[in-house]
T-cell receptor, first 111, second 116 residues
Framework: QKEVEQNSGPLSVPEGAIASLNCTYS??????FFWYRQYSGKSPELIMS????GDKEDGRFTAQLNKASQYVSLLIRDSQPSDSATYLC???????????FGTGTSLTVIP | DAGVIQSPRHEVTEMGQEVTLRCKPI?????LFWYRQTMMRGLELLIY????????DSGMPEDRFSAKMPNASFSTLKIQPSEPRDSAVYFC??????????????FGPGTRLTVL
């Protein structure tokens, strides 16, 4: 079983809609969770981090964490074509300092 | 502030040649990570350093790969000899690891390596 799993997509949403991206992880002791955005040909860019159960909002982005279900999600409200990218979920396990990355979900926002 | 700096940005070499990739982490960050990204395998951690010391190199694919961090502001990833299957984008990332930080990693622009 992979440490971090994401639906590879592709996920397509119309402009202005809410895009919902999901991620599950296997290490119950994981403490830190991150969402990265990666445009084609570019490097991953950190957009959200979350450490406590519940929701964390930053502009149009909301990260949701449920440690009991080992589930973290990213909601993008009022999706824009510029949000079209691959979104990577990363989890920092309890021991060591490394992240485990999911394989990413490809999002396309259709104008 | 400058982000993570990597060089070269693109490298094309022939099979059997030595390749050296370079990374300068963000000033003040004391953890450094080398990743490889391919379409087939996604983003894979190769090795990471904490305070210039290699902590986990279990992701290094084989002995042809080696990494060093001689000081807090410089690291190299070397492949010798290179093979076509090493073709990928190699990313360097750095992270602050103080008790007050949450260990967010920041990525460099990557080096796109093509081995012919």
């Amino acid at each position: 079983q992979k440490e971090v799993e994401q639906n590879s997509g592709p996920l397509s949403v119309p402009e202005g809609a809410i895009a919902s991206l999901n991620c599950t992880y296997s290490d119950r002791g994981s403490q830190s969770f991150f969402w990265y955005r990666q445009y084609s040909g570019k490097s991953p860019e950190l957009i959200m981090s979350i450490y406590s159960n519940g929701d964390k909002e930053d502009g149009r982005f909301t990260a949701q964490l449920n440690k009991a279900s080992q589930y973290v999600s990213l909601l993008i409200r009022d999706s824009q074509p510029s949000d079209s990218a691959t979104y990577l979920c990363a989890v920092k396990v309890n021991t060591g300092n490394q992240f485990y990355f999911g394989t990413g979900t490809s999002l396309t926002v259709i104008p | 502030d400058a982000g993570v700096i990597q060089s070269p940005r693109h490298e094309v070499t022939e099979m059997g040649q030595e390749v050296t990739l370079r990374c300068k982490p963000i000033s003040g960050h004391n953890s450094l990570f080398w990743y490889r990204q391919t379409m087939m395998r996604g983003l894979e951690l190769l090795i990471y350093f904490n305070n210039n010391v290699p902590i986990d190199d279990s992701g290094m694919p084989e002995d042809r790969f080696s990494a060093k961090m001689p000081n807090a502001s410089f690291s190299t990833l070397k492949i010798q000899p290179s093979e076509p299957r090493d073709s990928a984008v190699y990313f360097c990332a750095s992270s602050p690891t103080t008790a007050l930080s949450y260990n967010e990693q920041f990525f460099g622009p990557g080096t796109r390596l093509t081995v012919l």
